[in-house]
């Protein structure tokens, strides 16, 4: 008689592990982002405190969650790799080039999986991101309207479904938040690159909401080039800015 092998019924708290971590995979829940507290969380979730207990120790143990007397929190588990990128990568123009050459690729692939692949509530994300957008960008503050822009991306990276690319690209997202390529925030303040951004965000958006995949990924293209024209610019800008400052300075150097 050929031998099978037992199977073993699998315990509450390796299913409730299991959860987490596609949660987690997923990007339903994001890197620093706090838990409901344990005993909400039991009750939601119709299990024991203490097999939820065990469950979160577990993920605890792979570096996916992490526990402070505050509570319970997802691991920010790129940050040893970004902060010291942080600082490599930090006011170099040619990495700033090099990185939007690299979210051209990114962005534009991202916005075609999109366009095929989004859900009906992926698809009400982009629409609210962009709803957001708009109201924004009546205000004479820009911080808002920035912040939009960078939810929009994100919630494109999500309705793209590549697990991979979301992580990767969430990452980098934390960097934006922090100017190391540069800064949303002097970026929007030029009303001409503003009014440019709102209508190319609501290109983007349009062609993944009538999923139309060729569209949606040369839209994203534009964008990320344009971005990239916009910001060295700028950056020029502020270098023209210095030199005209030091001239007017210049007092303070040259003996009278």
Known sequence: MPMTERIKPQRIADAIADHFEKLILQGVLRPGEKLTPERELAEKLD??????????????GRGLLTTTRGGTYVAQFLSPLLKPLASLLEDNPQVTADYFEFREVIDAQAARYAAVRASDLDREAIRECIERMKKAHELEDPTQEAQADVDLHLSIYEAAHNAVLLHIMMGLVELLRTNIFFSRQQLYQRSAVRAKLLSQHLAIADAILSGNAKAAEAAASEHVRSTCKSVEETRLDGQRLKASLLRVDRQDYVAR
């Open 47 to 60: 299990v024991s405190r203490p097999s939820l207990r065990e469950a979160i120790e577990m993920l605890a």
